[in-house]
Structures are given as C-alpha cells and as structure tokens.
C-alpha cells in the first residue's frame, strides 16, 4: 500500500508479452494507463489552451521544477494555490526533480526543449555536485542555486504535483562505470534524504518517484532497481543514459523494467516517440513523456498512422511542404480532433507561410489527439490480446 | 433596397445624438451595431482559434485583400470554397480592397499590422497609380502586381466575404489639395468599375462598400460623399486621411457622416481606439475596426474599465509589469471571457517572463470579449438612452 493517496492498480496483464493494463489514482483524478504525459515545461504546454487539453483527451501533464524552481519561484506558485489553480489544470499532474535539466545543461548536452537559455553557446551552467547537492547557475539572472534533494522536494511540495520525483544525478553516455556507480549510490542517498523531507513536510496526497540510474551497466541498474523496490517508493521510473541506438535503449529498458517489483508504476523518462511507446509498453511501462509531440508541431509535422501517409512511409507528414498547398483534407480523415473537424492541410499550410502562429496551435491540438487517441488503441488492444494488430497502423516496418 | 442579399436595418435611433442601433443582415448571419470588427489580416486573429473567437460572442471579422491576394492567392481560397470554408468562421465576414496595403506601404508609412515585410526597410513596394489602377512590387516574391478595381473585386469574389469593399486611394496627410481632388475623382470612377465588375461576375450575395475620400477637405468629402450617397452601394465607409490629432479626426468624421445618407451603413476604416468608438458611434458610425485588441494583447497589454485599473487612469494594463508579479485575481473581476474565468494576471505575467506564447493568447482572448461586451453595453445604452452613462466606465477624463 502507498504511503500517499497515490496509488496505483493494475487491471490487466497481457498474456503474449509483459504490457498491462492499469489506472493510477490522483487526488486529481485517475489516469488509464499505459498513457502518454504532455509536457508543459513552464506551466504551460507550448501554444494550446487547457481547454483545448482537455477536449482532445488529455489525462495527465507534466511540468518541470527546474524551470519553475527558477521562474516564477515557487513560493509564487505555492501562493498561488500549487500549479493545478495556477495554470486551471484540474486534472493529474507529474513534475520531474529538476536533476535532468540541470545536469543535462551541465555537461554541456543542452537538452532540446530547453529554450530561453541565456548562457553563451558552451557554457556549462553546472558548476559542482557534491554530497550536498548540484550547485548551478540560473540562465534567468545568473545567480548560484544549490539544487539539494531537501530543495527539489519542497519544491515539488509547493508546486502541488500528483507525481512527484526524487533528485537524482543523470549521467551521460560516456562516462566511466566507476562515476556512473558512485553516482547512483550517492543517488540512493539522495533519494533517501527526498523521502524524508517529503514525509515532514509534505501532505500526504503526492506520489514520490525514485528513478533508476545505473547507466548501461547491468549491475548498476540491479543495484539501483533493488534500491528502488525496497524502499516504499509510490512509483519507480526508468532514466539516465540508455545507450546509443534505440535498440540499445529497448534492451536496457527491457532489462531494467524486468528488475522492478511488478506491482509498480514505471515511468520510463523523456522517451515518448512512437516506436518507442510501441516498443517499451510491452516491457511493462505505464507512462512515457516526450517534449516532441508539440515541438514537432511547431515547426509543420503532424503525426499521422503511417497508412494514411501519401507520401512516405512514416507517422510523420510536414504540412509545410508544397504538396499541401492545395490539400483541402483535413490531417487525417478519422481523427476527431477540433482541427480535423475544422481545418484543412491547405489552411494550416497556408498559416505557415504566412508565419502564423495559429498554425503550430492547431498541429499541436491534433498531435495531442492523436497520441492520446494512439494509447486508447493500445489499451484496448491489451484489453482484446490484438497488440500485433494496431502496431502496424502505427510503426513503419 | 440594396441589390444584394445584404441589407441594414435602423432598429432606433437616439434621442440625444446621432447614435442608432441596427442590424446587418448578411448570408452568413446578422450583426448587431454598433459593433467592432476583429482584424484576421492573413485569414486568422493573430493567435486566437474560431472557437475562442465564437466564445467571446464575436460578431464578425476582417481579412486583408492585400495579404491573401499575395499568400496563398485567391485561387487557393476560391478551390477551397472561399474565406468562410477555409478559415472555418461560418459568421459573418468583411474584406477590404486591398488599397489601404498598396497605398500604406506605398508612400512609406508602412501601416503597422503589416508583419514579415521582406524588402528592405524604407523601399517603396508602390511603384507607381494609374487609371488603370496600382502597380506594386509583392513582399512575398518581388513580382510586380498590378491591382486593379477589377482584380480587387475579383479577389474578393474569390474570397466571398459578405462585406466587400471598392478599390480606392488613400492620399496621406501632407498630400497637395489638388492631388487629393485628383485621386478622390479618380476613386468614384474605380468605384463604378468596382460596381461594374461585381454585378458582372458576384453571385448578389455581397454587399459592396463605398469608401468615401477628400482628406481633410470638406468640398472633396461632400463631393465624395454625394457620389456615394447617388450610387447606389450597400453601405458606405469613411476613409483616408482623418487629419492629425483625435479631435481632427472626430470633426472630420463627424461633418463626413453628416454628409451621408442617414439611411445607409456606415464603416469607420482602421478606426478602434475606446475614446474613438465611444466619439464616434454618437456620430452615427455602425461599425469600426481596428488590429490594436489583439496586437497590444500580444505585447501583454489587457483592456479594462477605467475604474478597474488601479495603476492609471487608463483603459490599458500591463500585465508584465513588477506589480502583477503576485496578483492572484483575474483581470477583470467582472469579465466573463474564458480568460478571466481560469486565470489570474500572476500566471499570465509568469506565462510572459516565460516567453510563452499562451500569455498573448489569454490575453487577446480577454481584449476580444472585453470589446465585444463594451459594444454590447454600447448598444444597450442607445436602448435606455443613457449613452452618458456608461462613457465614463470606459475612457478617462
């Protein structure tokens, strides 16, 4: 039993492979899993309104404390209520520990989604991690911040979030196995240390997250899923470097879920593009998150099953591109979001030309329908043992 | 009787001043004036979905001829069944000639909706005004056009707005009186070709508009005005240059409205400041338009009543300013518009340092129902004769 009114329950298992069927509790209502989280980096998914969330099916997003612990504050958001009356969202919500941003920025791999860095080009904003924490420099007005695990969970207490996740230090690909191991000892440590400070000053209701480090090592990764399951933790959560190729990634992620309490929420973090979903939910995975859905958007590329596609063989189209110049289709003819039902690829089209933003919204509303209409069919096909069946809609061969 | 499917309809007149409410029947539904018309220069309201615009009782919008002529073309909108099909809007809708554009950027006062202008800064797109109409250089491709009455009621035809507008010039300020007179005559005479070409090749559906000319001259304005008033058009609309200061161009508006027939519709071009709607609809204006709503909005500008703001005696607020960094209530305690039901002025301030998108979008939204309410109130007030009343809500002293 979890120690918060978080909980998690699970449904169904397939009988052909490790995927199952579940719902997590919120206080903020439930989500059906396996399920995709929308991220919302600043407290807002980029270009589409909660109402727009909501009628295309959303049931969970994400925010990121690295961003919000440095812009407003969160003493702005506690006083404002938590993030659910900041930004309307009414529904369950997930906030990361702040860790991935700070140390993907500090070893000088700029995460795509982080925009709105001030820092010269090359510039490590991480200056030290050490028992205590990660010290950095804030991009907003270059001040140090001390990025401690008793930090990131007060953090994530006063931002309010459903699911919240315990500080960990990610290591890149490159990096020595005896770093890598140091690191996710200290990580338990840490992890540690976040669990005590949400039991004193926490209320109750938040689920915690301890993510599973260990790199591509599989001793590490054993040590840290024993970790992870030992502790009466909410929820685990696969991270930190998974190798190189995506097929390096499958089989970590693949042998990492194999080691965690099967009674468990996972959340595999940062990994959300559809092969993957189609790939890692049959390890087991509950939830994925991904900035890519609505980045995508913004710059022209709908996704689409990859039959509908005239043009290649992928899930991908770019509404940009001269062919849809004079398409008066919608983006897909069996999609019922609220751009299918109103707008053609030549308007949408045309609205990139004339560098509107309006046409990024309106791909961004479509892609989100279309994912979360993607995890619907999924969850069904566990439910009718037809996993095979849907895949090949979506994943190019 | 007009000659299209167009018509307007007095409902009542004030007792106190020239003000009347009326209705604009149209093929797409009624307007109720006095009204304001939103600005979708390029086939959408900068940032704001249909939807939202439907929400904030929106009545009717505006595109530009001059964009859509060059992006995507009046073939694209024509094949995709005209401006209603493409941009999704089923209500009612107005074009202009496309002249105010040519004419604006023409003599290098380029008009400051005008976005992603691609030739260089201080070159005249105008290359040169004929009988036969406007030679200008395309800001899309460089390719020279030349506007005709004829191609801007083909275009509009094309676009099949229910509200069409005659090609004309637009002398600006310092323009020769002679000049002035040469091009006001010049403009009755397009103003025929424009007539001409819509009942050889309009489906009698769209209203045409007459743009009454002669700058700050009252012989050229009653000229003008007397060829409007003996043509025949479905509505009548006050152009060009208004003189200098406000009160120049209250007197101007005002002894040109007087010169009209009282019995038609009458359009205030480019007109929509709050002091200028509340001057002019007491001159008897039916309609005004204006891009400003939704460009300070995008700027972080929000539109209240004068005793609403506690800052300034001012219609406007910014909501990126320090003190709203903490302000948990909406903008407006009494607004009803979507945005004003949702969120506080601290996360649309947060959404603004954030450099994201969605606190223009809020914001316009707020701006749109702001204005739509205001004309609403506006019309109420000619109802119960108690115009004075409300004046003092919204414009300060």
């Not at 997930?94 to 090359?122: H, M, N, W």
């Not at 689920?207 to 599989?218: A, D, F, K, P, R």
Request: glycine share 8%; hydrophobic share 35%; net charge neutral.
């Amino acid at each position: 039993m979890a120690c918060s009114e978080f909980d998690f329950e699970i449904i169904k298992k397939s009988k052909s492979c490790n995927a199952r069927l579940g719902i997590i509790h919120t206080p903020h209502g439930n989500v059906k899993t396996p399920a995709i989280i929308f991220c919302g980096t600043k407290a807002t998914v980029k270009w589409v309104t909660i109402e727009h969330l909501k009628q295309e099916n959303t049931q969970i997003i994400l925010s990121n404390t690295y961003h919000l612990l440095l812009q407003p504050g969160p003493e702005i958001i506690k006083k404002a209520g938590g993030l659910h009356e900041f930004t309307g969202w009414n529904g369950p919500m997930f906030t990361d520990s702040g860790g991935y941003q700070v140390f993907s920025l500090g070893y000088g791999g700029v995460a795509a989604e982080i925009k709105g860095v001030r820092l010269p080009k090359g510039k490590k904003s991480l200056l030290r991690v050490t028992e205590e924490g990660a010290l950095f420099r804030s991009y907003i007005d270059g001040k140090k911040v001390l990025l401690t695990p008793e930090l990131s969970i007060q953090t994530q207490i006063s931002l309010g979030a459903d699911i919240i996740v315990c500080l960990d230090e990610c290591t890149p690909y490159n990096t020595d196995k005896m770093l890598v191991s140091n690191s996710m000892v200290r990580n338990k440590r840490w992890a540690l240390r976040c669990k005590d400070e949400l039991e004193r000053n926490g209320n109750g209701k938040q689920g915690l997250i301890n993510v599973v480090q260990g790199g591509i090592y599989e001793d590490l990764r054993l040590e840290s899923a024993e970790f992870a399951n030992t502790n009466n933790f909410d929820g685990l959560a696969i991270g930190g470097s998974l190798g190189k190729t995506s097929d390096e990634m499958y089989s970590i992620v693949k042998m990492t879920k194999e080691m965690l309490d099967e009674t468990k929420y996972v959340h595999l973090l940062g990994i959300g593009g559809i092969k993957d979903i189609f790939t890692c939910f049959k390890y087991g995975i509950d939830t994925f998150d991904c900035v890519s859905p609505t980045r995508i958007a913004r710059h022209g590329i709908a996704l689409v099953k990859v039959k509908e596609n005239k043009i290649r063989n992928s899930n991908q189209i770019n509404i940009t591109s001269a062919p849809f110049t004079e398409d008066f289709t919608p983006i897909s003819n069996e999609c019922e979001c609220y751009t299918c039902r109103n707008f053609t690829k030549a308007y949408i089209h045309h609205l990139f030309k004339a560098k509107e933003t309006l046409g990024g919204q309106l791909i961004s509303i479509h892609n989100i329908r279309f994912l979360n209409t993607m995890m619907e069919n999924i969850r069904k096909s566990i439910d009718n043992e037809n996993i095979d069946d849907i895949e090949k809609d979506y994943c190019n061969e």
